[in-house]
């Protein structure tokens, strides 16, 4: 996992570049620019910046080492390369951001992180952040946060540091409440310090947790998280708690740090010092209830003896007589209006009235259909949630990610629980696609002679169905376009584009007597549309314009963090070795260590209907040959070192198979 917040970079200032001859400068300018470097305002040449590893979790009970990180130069051109290492002084840049991204109704999903010096006072900052440098970071938490688009990241402040000099992090991830303008709860909090240092030529990023707060982990990351509260890292976390400010923590032209609200105290004390709940009550039993004297005038009985005092020795009572000795008494009288039901006399007092009715059990509520979409398909809460809310409120829903990872499933799930099983439309987009096709147009109709008639298009023939599924079950018909951007969207979805806005589709039909139609056709309002897309084709398909894609809740789908739980239940007869030995393989899905393990997620993104095909074929080719038939199709755009890097890693992993034909394939690679 990689920080989003902070980084490291390369600067060849000005003056470095001023004190070398003409053809040196011109060469590694010329070099810098080819390998995606930029110049600053000063003149100086800056590099992309540089992702930096967040260390390991310590073990319970242990202490957390700090993790150090050689920094890799980012220069292609050898015959420059040298002149460029020399010239070249590496840097920290850390950012002051506010990320947040929808989590379902009015929650948002905040990630505030703050920088300082050690001692957690403001450093001085620079605002706004370089274009690039901001384009970066902001990708880097839509990445971080797996929401894309609908993540919305302001980048407040920016600062740089050289190597001796330190700087504190802290980072929060809260759920909020915009209307409410506070902090419903705190998933965690983390607190690193960082440094540059260079040792035998080469830099160094070495970083230490200080502090870790994780309230959704089952305290698997509660690290010294008493010290949030020292004066060195409260006011540090108490900004962050405070998610409703916009201005950074860190010093803009002498401007102090906003104050923390009082809510952001209340928040972070009950944090370090949560309330210890107090043991259930324990009620002494009553004691049994003397017999009711019946309302209505009886008989005179025969003299009774006198009732004992109490405290009285109980074997002086005399006994009770035996139930068949009890004479019948009178029926109770008919009960008044304003005691609709007569009064039940308690159990063994003897009286002839009907013992009180025992209510039946009140009825177990229906499961929730959404939560039982775990056992189905394994997806990340948030993905989860934030199709949930877009589908709640009948906004357009676009699923996005690569190839296998469960999109179009996901899609007809979510169909089924919002519409009932199968009652949905799934259609798959295609290059021909025309707004014919799509809303409707005339077509010449076989037979005798040259004849027209109105076809109605997808979109038309879902929205007739979903006016009959409201008839009969009082539920919507949901449309699924799969491959969305196979289609040509200009053509196909260019009229449909003003009616995905709801307020308008009142005012517009889909089609009309103009189009041939028998009469006027209108999108319903509650109209459900779902389309899936592969980001991995955007290159190759058509593009989809910002005017069509604001329209839909964009949610990318990835790998979800608890696929391998999911994987481990589904194919629980299968050895445990199996299932180790693929992942080993295939990696966990965070692109940085995968790729530095020479594991295929770090250079393909495979999702999970990929592990399992090849689970499925695993159970009677074996792993080496399951895994060698399925990754064929994922070799195609990988260079000779990246081959060489899944060959080391599938010898290693015990596939002998595998890795002969991914040998072949580095040796018929272009490049």
């Known amino acids: 996992m990689n920080f989003t917040t902070i980084f490291a970079q390369y600067k060849i200032a000005r003056d470095t570049l001023a004190a070398l001859t003409p053809e040196q400068q011109e060469g590694l300018e010329r070099a810098a620019w080819g390998a995606d470097w930029f110049t600053d305002a000063g003149g100086g040449l800056l590099s992309p910046l540089l992702a930096l590893r967040v260390p390991p979790d310590p073990e319970p009970g242990g202490n957390a080492p700090p993790l150090t990180q050689p920094l890799d130069f980012p220069w292609a051109d050898r ?86 000099q330190d700087v504190r992090t802290l980072e929060a991830r809260l759920v909020f409440l915009p209307r409410k303008n506070q902090v419903s709860k705190v998933r965690w909090l983390a607190a690193y310090d960082h440094a540059l240092k260079v040792q035998g030529g080469e830099t160094l990023h070495v970083c230490q947790l200080r502090a870790a707060l994780d309230q959704e982990g089952s305290g698997k990351r509660n690290f010294h998280a ?106 109770p009288e008919i009960p008044s209006p304003e005691s609709p039901f007569p009064e039940t006399p308690p159990a063994g007092s003897g009286s002839g009235a009907r013992p009180a009715e025992v209510q039946p059990p009140a009825p177990e509520p229906a499961p929730d259909p959404w939560a039982a979409l775990d056992t189905r398909i394994v997806v990340d809460e948030d993905v989860l949630a934030v199709s949930r809310a877009a589908l709640e409120q009948r906004r357009p829903l676009l699923l996005t990610g690569a190839p296998g990872t469960g999109k179009t499933l996901l899609a007809t799930l979510l169909a089924e629980v919002l519409c009932g099983p199968g009652n949905f439309t799934l259609v798959t987009a295609d290059a021909r696609w025309t707004s014919s096709e799509v809303l409707g147009g005339l077509r010449v109709m076989p037979g005798e002679g040259l004849r027209y008639s109105f076809v109605p ?43 995905l806005d709801r307020p308008y589709r009142a005012q517009m039909p889909l089609v009309g007597v103009q189009d041939g139609a028998p009469e006027d056709v209108f999108l319903p309002p509650d109209f459900v549309l779902i389309a899936t897309m592969n980001d991995a084709d955007v290159g190759r398909l ?71 095909e090849v689970l499925g074929l695993a159970t009677t080719l074996g792993l080496d040959r399951a895994l060698r038939s399925q990754v064929a199709p994922q070799l195609g755009s990988l260079g000779r070192d990246d081959l060489a890097a899944l060959e080391a890693r599938a010898r290693q992993t015990g596939l002998p198979k595998l890795a002969a034909q991914l040998a072949l394939a580095g040796q018929q690679a272009p490049f």
């Open 542 to 612: 058509h593009e989809i314009g910002s005017a069509l894609q604001r329209r839909f809740v964009t949610v990318p789908v990835g790998v979800p963090a608890r696929e391998r739980d999911f994987l481990e239940r589904s194919w629980a007869h299968l050895p445990a070795a199996t299932l180790t030995a693929l992942y080993d393989f295939v990696g966990s899905g965070d692109p940085g260590s995968d790729r530095e393990a020479g594991r295929l997620r770090g250079f393909v993104t495979v999702g999970t209907f990929f592990m399992e």
């Open 79 to 164: 015959a420059t390369q040298g002149q460029a290492r020399q010239s070249a002084q590496a840097q920290l840049v850390v950012f002051d951001v506010s990320s947040a991204a929808p989590l379902g109704g009015e929650m948002r999903l905040i990630h505030s992180a703050h920088f300082a010096d050690t001692h957690g006072d403001p450093l001085l900052a620079y605002a706004p952040a370089p274009h690039k440098l901001g384009q970066q970071v902001i990708q880097a938490e839509r990445a971080d946060m797996g929401l894309g688009q609908l993540t919305r990241t302001s980048v407040l402040a920016y600062r740089t540091l050289t190597a001796g």
């Open 226 to 331: 008493s010290t949030l509260g020292s004066t060195q890292l409260s006011t540090l976390a108490l900004h962050a708690l405070s998610a409703g400010s916009t201005r950074p923590y860190a010093a803009l032209d002498d401007e102090a740090a906003p104050a923390p609200t009082a809510a952001a105290r209340r928040l972070l004390d009950d944090l370090l010092n949560p309330a210890v709940p107090a043991p259930p009550k324990v009620k002494p039993p009553k004691p049994p209830k003397a017999p009711k004297a019946s309302r209505k005038t009886k008989p005179a009985p025969p003299e009774p003896e006198p009732a004992p005092v109490q405290g009285s020795n109980p074997a002086a009572e005399p006994p009770l007589p035996a139930k068949s000795q009890v004479p019948e008494l009178p029926s």
């Open 457 to 499: 298009g997808v979109v038309t023939q879902t929205a007739q169905r979903h006016r009959e599924s409201l008839q009969a079950s009082g539920r919507p018909h949901a449309l699924i376009i799969d491959e969305f951007n196979r289609a040509h969207q200009d053509e196909a979805f260019g009229r449909l584009l003003t009616l």
